[in-house]
């Protein structure tokens, strides 16, 4: 079994796309399709082989490609795919997607198939474990409503119980369902109408929604959502100077990878790291960036600097006080 | 640059060049050394030409550089998953590959001979029965066609049933969007989500490290060894230091942070009688041996050592079998039950008692401290003390305070100038 394979090439892929194409296709046409779904240079590895028939696919009558296949296939399945899915039935998420008469047509598919891991194979040392109920039954209910609602662009109506214990009830459309990897629990983005009838993003865990329900109203021009995420970041992102002893470059540009950052070198062994976010992120930047200790050095913004440095001077004070 | 080729054949170098410029990114073409001029510039621009969406080039005194600017927080897919989808292959792979699955697409089997015949009278294409055979045996090796042999006839077929009841399943295609950004081998997910023409919409994922995909391979052959419970050698690069050195072990199990961004394989070495955890990203490549005897055996040890691993040391700086790790914590449960929580959920098993008002006490045992320091010091500003039968723990955390108190100019009077 082989990840690196010729059959998962975006040019096969490509292919697969123009073939499958019920209708003639202009050699503008088939550029088109090129430039969406291949890369940079594609145009000029492909278009040749067509063209000159290298790759004698299609039937070519003038300027008009044919496609000399009887069929719109789809690409059978891999052992590596099968083993994939086969590895996925034992997963605790997936009940929130198929149900037990589902997961059966499936897993009798997959008999002969060998599941590519076993959960016990993976330990995640560090994930918390106050994961989401995935086996309850509201839960799963609530999921399902609210993917439905996403994709359908619906009103929900979501009865929650806010972090201080007090139950809010609201409208909202479905954004996007985050999974946090480290939290081992699902959030709602969601959109909700302000007063002034502008629409804000809102994030709710799942796991502190009590009833989910699908309205009969739809949201008919949905905000742009990575405008809003993009907009919500500071303008001034967290200036770091990270000092590269105890391999601490290494270790911050991996922990901080998954943020959008540029890094520099200033000095032969200092770097300067930028790291955009927004105030739903700021507590967790916080808390990552102190647990470097003294290999990072906040340099900005003015906001985060003084943040980390209350939290320091209270740390001094309480032990100072704790001496007196 | 006249033969410049955008795919590629191998996918080691890729993966090297792939995670430099994602994982730092401030590297100019002359900071690497380890390649001719010639080489980075190749590889430089086929990773442009592969993710140009996400390439940012700054202009520095030093040169100019490239780097990922990917933030997972807007994306509905790994773009890393592009590096996998760039294996170069001959005209005849490409053309056979389609030909031959359209001729068995409805059901029909047939044989090599049968295949190249009907190539030529429908669709007027010769290739030479060898070629096809190959194809198809090939094909039948990597499970996309089916081969039985009735009587001396070897014959190919093409079971689609599983391809179609996903398409026809769309709670399935959303299981398969979810699982590409959240679970493992998630390039496998994108693949089939690609393949059944689906696109994630729905589902973004918090704390995921893109660059883990390049590792999948790796964490493959690893998996195929712990499933036949082999010794592996593998070849390991230091991350550290330009070394590379060959290690014959046990693989047991993949530890994963999902905070730092680092996957491990756990393994058992014989030589020094150890379990050891290896970087997935230092290893460069895995040669399954013989089978082991002492696999289940080993697999349970790890099991009853695990409980006291903090993360993946094995052994503390001073040598202790266990050492005690003690913090006491100012916290009001009233107001800040969210850092009791914390320590429950975060705390790996470790004790929390409440030892006076306001006052609570966190107590764990385990074979290196030294892992723990990064969390605890997540709780800066509420440590009343740390206590460390690792005496060398316990010192870094206060002078790793005092260096910070010097950096930021804290002192005890200042708080409120803040």
Not at chain 1, 97 to 112: K, P, T
Request: proline content about 2%; overall charge positive.
């Amino acid at each position: 079994m082989e990840i690196f394979s010729e059959i998962y090439s975006c040019y096969y892929q490509v292919l697969h796309h123009l073939l499958c194409r019920k209708t003639p296709l202009t050699i503008e046409d088939i550029r088109q399709e090129i430039c969406r779904e291949g890369f940079e240079e594609s145009l000029i590895a492909i278009i040749p082989k067509l063209e000159n028939g290298t790759w004698n696919l299609f039937e070519k009558d003038g300027n008009i490609y044919r496609s000399k296949l009887g069929s719109s296939f789809s690409m059978p399945l891999s052992n590596l795919e099968k083993s994939y899915l086969k590895a996925l039935l034992s997963d605790p998420r997936i009940g929130l997607f198929l149900d037990q008469l589902q997961l059966d047509s499936l897993n009798e598919m997959l008999d002969s198939a060998i599941p590519l891991w076993k959960q016990e194979q993976f330990y995640y040392y560090d994930k918390f474990t106050d994961s989401d109920p995935y086996t309850d039954e509201t839960y799963r209910n609530n999921f399902r409503t609210l993917l439905s609602a996403q994709k359908q662009k619906r009103y929900v109506d979501i009865d929650y119980t806010a972090p201080r214990g007090n139950r809010v009830h609201h409208h909202y459309v479905p954004a996007r369902l985050e999974y946090s990897v480290k939290n081992d629990k699902f959030r709602l983005l969601a959109w909700k109408q302000t007063k002034h009838g502008k629409m804000k993003l809102e994030t709710l865990n799942l796991s502190r929604m009590q009833h989910v329900n699908s309205i009969n109203k739809i949201l008919t021009s949905p905000p742009d959502l990575n405008a809003m995420i993009k907009n919500s970041y500071y303008a001034d992102p967290l200036r770091l100077h990270i000092i590269n002893k105890r391999n601490a470059l290494e270790r911050a540009m991996l922990h901080f990878a998954n943020y959008e950052k540029n890094t520099t070198k200033v000095d032969e062994n200092i770097y300067e790291c930028l790291i955009y976010y927004n105030k739903n992120m700021e507590t967790e930047l916080l808390i990552e960036v102190m647990s470097f200790g003294p290999m990072l050095k906040i340099m900005g913004n003015d906001r985060f600097l003084q943040n980390f440095k209350k939290r320091l001077k209270q740390q001094k004070d309480i032990i100072y006080n704790q001496q007196k | 640059m006249s033969n410049f080729q955008e795919l590629v054949k191998n996918f080691s170098k890729t993966r090297e060049y792939v995670r430099d410029f994602f994982v730092y990114g401030f590297k100019t073409r002359n900071e690497f050394k380890m390649k001719s001029p010639r080489t980075y510039d190749n590889e430089r621009r086929r990773l442009e030409s592969w993710l140009a969406p996400f390439i940012r080039k700054d202009y520095i005194s030093r040169g100019s550089n490239i780097s990922l600017a990917i933030d997972s927080s807007l994306l509905d897919t790994n773009p890393l998953f592009q590096v996998w989808k760039t294996k170069s292959f001959t005209d005849n792979d490409i053309v056979l590959h389609f030909l031959i699955l359209d001729l068995l697409w409805d059901g029909h089997s047939l044989t090599a001979e049968e295949i190249t015949d009907r190539l030529l009278s429908r669709r007027e294409i010769l290739f030479d029965i060898q070629t096809v055979r190959r194809k198809c045996n090939a094909y039948a090796k990597e499970g996309i066609i089916d081969k039985k042999k009735v009587g001396k006839r070897v014959i190919f077929s093409l079971d689609n049933r599983l391809a179609l009841w996903l398409t026809s399943h769309e709670n399935a295609l959303d299981a398969l969007a979810f699982y590409q950004m959240a679970g493992c081998f998630g390039i496998v997910g994108h693949l089939l989500t690609e393949q059944l023409n689906y696109r994630n919409q729905t589902f973004r994922v918090k704390h995921n490290f893109f660059v883990h995909t390049l590792e999948e391979e790796i964490l493959l052959d690893l998996l195929e060894a712990m499933n036949h419970k082999r010794f592996v050698n593998l070849t390991i690069k230091s991350s550290k230091r330009d070394l590379t050195n060959t290690i014959t072990c046990i693989p047991l199990q993949i530890f994963t942070s999902t905070r730092s961004g680092r996957r491990f394989l756990c393994a058992y070495t014989e030589r020094n009688s150890r379990f050891t955890c290896f970087r997935l990203d230092t290893i460069k490549s895995v040669v399954s041996l013989e089978i082991s005897q002492m696999y289940e055996d080993l697999l349970e040890k790890l099991n009853r050592n695990r409980k006291y691993l903090w993360g993946v040391s094995f052994e503390g700086t001073e040598r202790h079998h266990l050492d005690r790790l003690t913090m006491t914590l100012k916290i009001d449960a009233s107001t800040e039950h969210y850092i009791l929580e914390r320590l429950k959920h975060e705390g790996r098993g470790g004790a929390v008692t409440k030892i006076a008002e306001n006052t609570y006490q966190y107590e764990i045992k385990v074979f290196d401290c030294n892992e723990m320091l990064p969390w605890v010091r997540t709780f800066t500003g509420r440590i009343l003390s740390l206590k460390c039968t690792a005496k060398s723990v316990e010192r870094r955390f206060y002078q790793d305070l005092q260096k910070m108190y010097q950096i930021y100019q804290i002192d005890e009077n200042s708080l409120y100038d803040l």
